[in-house]
């Protein structure tokens, strides 16, 4: 599974941005994939993910701002960002489990596949 990140970019506080992750490899259709973050000096952090049966799972601090989405024609997932803030400045990793059948848990997904980050910056 190879992965590749996009849309990330410098945003002011209140910007919404949408990010896009372009799968190839493997059935598309059958995996649960997601949205990893990281902050400089922090771990990384579930963001968002979405199950191969469209089941969406956010975390506490994205939740009502991020929205989650795929689209199994184009072998892409977005994430829709609202109402951004400092604090979701990061590098963000877009991660896919391929599982077949399996359920969307990001402890399971953060040991997916991972590919290369895009930077979002907010800042006034």
């Known amino acids: 599974v190879q992965l590749q990140a996009s849309g990330g970019g410098p945003v002011q506080p209140g910007d919404s941005l949408t990010l896009s992750c372009a799968a190839s490899?493997?059935?598309?259709?059958?995996?649960?994939i997601g949205w990893f973050r990281q902050a400089p000096g922090r771990d990384y952090e579930f963001v968002a993910g979405i199950s191969w049966y469209n089941r969406t799972l956010y975390a506490d601090s994205t939740e009502g701002r991020f929205t989650i989405s795929r689209d199994n024609d184009k072998e892409t997932i977005y994430l829709q960002m609202n109402s951004l803030k400092p604090e979701d400045t990061a590098e963000y990793f877009c991660?896919?489990?391929?599982?077949?059948?399996?359920?969307?848990?990001?402890?399971?997904?953060?040991?997916?596949?991972w590919g290369p980050g895009t930077q979002v910056t907010v800042s006034s």
């Open positions: 991660v896919a489990d391929p599982g077949i059948g399996v359920e969307l848990r990001p402890n399971r997904l953060k040991g997916g596949h």
């Open positions: 490899g493997g059935t598309f259709s059958n995996y649960n």
